[in-house]
């Protein structure tokens, strides 16, 4: 049994740290909204009144926060974890967050006494609560030893990505490739329904065929082929616009940064921030397919 303090119970925080609770740790659990927290107590974890709560006597502390600013304030702002971890403590930081935010994070750690390793986080709402999620991880080699069992019980794939902030480089750029594919994905739907194909004929034609991806095989933006998909709900998320476009954000900053060529990422980024001025940020990203329908 280890004791792990869990911070950020939102749509994929509560399924995260449920599994880990289940697994007979013993969980500690904060969050902003008490509505969370009572959730995370009904799964078996203990609910915390504030972050020092959570984490003193941890011997791991798990944080699920939206962006980078949130992250440096819970980690380094008063009354924060390093204020009151116990020095050791491993932390391991599964939000999505900027590259060079991630290597900050860690270099402050490192100086505290802390090992901090940036493990984002992909597979959707679906997967965090089967404890089925990708881990890429970012951090020395003893910090990732001592991370893995614990992203285990979260996940099926734990991948070391490298150093501090490199498990962050890989899920911008995966998410890049995610966005990519999917609005390519959609475009192709629609072109062969508007040349008379319907969407099962096309698909299982094209998922045994060179354009098969896994915004076709797995997340299916026409309703039909793959009932799981958020297509076959009205595109009620799953991953959120809102979601894509920080994600193609950070990417995009990120290769400005590095003077990396990324115009198709620049192509659909234009397109998920249109789709969020225009009221749809809630919206599952596989949505793409109702504006070209015309239908939004």
Known sequence: MTKIAFIGLGNMGSGM????????????AFDLSADAIRKAEEAGAKGAPSVGAAVEGAEVVVTMLPAGKHVHQVYF?????????APGTLFIDCSTIAVEEAREAASKASEAGFT??????????AAADAGALTFMVGGPDDGFARAKPVLDIMGKNVFHAGAAGNGQVAKIA?????GISMIGTCEAFNLAEKLGLDAQTFY????????????????????????????????????????????????LGAAEGAGAETPLGGHARDIYAKLDEDGHAGLDFSGVMKRLKGEI
Not at 216 to 231: E, F, L, Q, R, W
């Open 174 to 178: 995966n998410n890049m490739l995610l």
């Open 17 to 28: 740290c449920a599994n880990l609770a289940k697994a007979g740790n013993e969980v500690r």
């Open 77 to 85: 702002g008063e009354d924060g974890v390093t204020s009151n971890a």
């Open 116 to 125: 901090y390793m940036d493990a984002p986080v992909s597979g959707g709402t």
């Open 204 to 251: 299982d034609i094209s998922s045994t065929a060179s354009g098969q991806c896994w915004s076709m095989t797995s997340y299916c933006p026409a309703p039909g082929p793959v009932p799981t998909a958020p297509s076959n709900r009205d595109y009620q998320p799953g991953f959120a616009v809102a979601m894509m476009l920080k994600d193609l954000r950070l990417a």
